[in-house]
């Protein structure tokens, strides 16, 4: 069973416009919740988290947001480059995962010039 | 960037023959976790250390074993490799469980 859904396998954007990718999961007792940016023939980076106990944390172009009624997240990049272009995962833990993090199953994100 | 190597980055071996990826890093770091990526299934947890000799299973840990017996090292064995096991394989590490892992570049795997 998918704790944790990335319901989009690919987005593709206009560069200089808003790129957004969307996560959901059904566990309510996940409470932090991590995205990861991964290139062809690397290991995934952490990009940017949050905590249940907020509902929005910003780094530069990077935003989170976090829905927790709706048990959903998503990641705004704006403006989005031609850098951007790359698989994003979303992940989460919870105190009752034993710390482990629960990925999605990735979204492609390709910026166009 | 986070101090994490993986060799070999990239083997072929045969169905039947047991094979050890190992995983190094050079920050400390208490936690070590094994991942494998596959299409369509994102990074699915296989094994993980929470210290020198102490690991415990993922989510799909069946066929694999682990060891840990320094702070910096962490192998990955499988007994017998089977097709299904072919795959890219990560290694993470952490300071503090359950929040931000760092990757290492991977090891492609393929058996035949």
């Known amino acids: 069973d998918q704790q944790v859904k990335q319901n989009s396998p690919s987005l593709s954007v206009q560069e200089g416009r808003i790129s957004i990718l969307n996560c959901d999961y059904t566990n309510s007792m996940f409470d932090y919740f991590l995205w990861y940016k991964k290139y062809p023939a690397e290991g995934p980076t952490f990009l940017i988290s949050?905590?249940?106990?907020?509902d929005k944390n910003e780094d530069g172009r990077f935003t989170v947001f976090l829905n927790k009624s709706a048990k959903h997240l998503s990641l705004h990049i704006v403006p989005s480059q031609p850098g951007d272009s790359a698989v994003y995962f979303c992940?989460?833990?919870?105190?009752?995962?034993?710390?482990?993090?629960?990925f999605g199953q990735g979204t492609e994100l390709s910026v166009k010039p | 960037d986070a101090g994490i190597t993986q060799s070999p980055r990239h083997k072929v071996t045969e169905t039947g023959t047991p094979v050890t990826l190992r995983c190094h890093q050079t920050e400390n770091h208490r936690y070590m976790y094994w991942y494998r990526q596959d299409p369509g299934h994102g990074l699915r947890l296989i094994h993980y250390s929470y210290g020198v000799k102490d690991t415990d299973k993922g989510e799909v840990s069946d066929g694999y074993s682990v060891s840990r017996s320094k702070t910096e090292d962490f192998l990955l064995t499988l007994e017998s490799a089977t097709s299904s096991q072919t795959s890219v394989y990560f290694c993470?590490?952490?300071?503090?469980?359950?929040?931000?892992?760092?990757f290492g570049p991977g090891t492609r795997l393929t058996v035949t």
């Open positions: 993470a590490i952490s300071d503090r469980h359950r929040y931000e892992q760092y």
């Open positions: 992940a989460a833990s919870g105190y009752n995962q034993g710390g482990k993090l629960i």
């Open positions: 949050i905590s249940s106990i907020k």
